[in-house]
């Protein structure tokens, strides 16, 4: 397998109410790469978000559901979790402003 760019390795944030609450203590939610590591994540944040300072990243790989379309029967593909918390010095990340 080629090696992972820190911009292939986040894929989009998560919005829900809990990742939203996580928020006011500096914790973000993203979805990610199924194969990036915890260092690859905390370097793709700092580099893709100035002025922000990982202090930790929390991992969770997710299973693809069940789904069904008449008889057939079918997964969805596997996903990949990680919850980001900044350094209290650290900058907000912006996408997350205003929602």
Do not use: C, W
Request: hydrophobic share 35%.
């Amino acid at each position: 397998m080629a090696a992972i760019q820190y911009y292939d390795v986040i894929l989009k944030p998560v919005i829900t109410e809990k990742s939203m609450n996580a928020m006011g203590e500096k914790k973000y939610t993203f979805l990610v790469h199924t194969e990036a590591t915890k260092n690859q994540i905390k370097e793709a944040v700092e580099k893709m978000f100035e002025g922000t300072k990982v202090k930790s990243v929390n991992t969770m790989n997710m299973d693809g559901k069940k789904k069904r379309r008449g008889t057939t029967v079918g997964k969805t593909a596997k996903t990949k979790k990680a919850i980001v918390a900044l350094t209290e010095e650290s900058k907000d990340i912006e996408i997350f402003e205003g929602l």
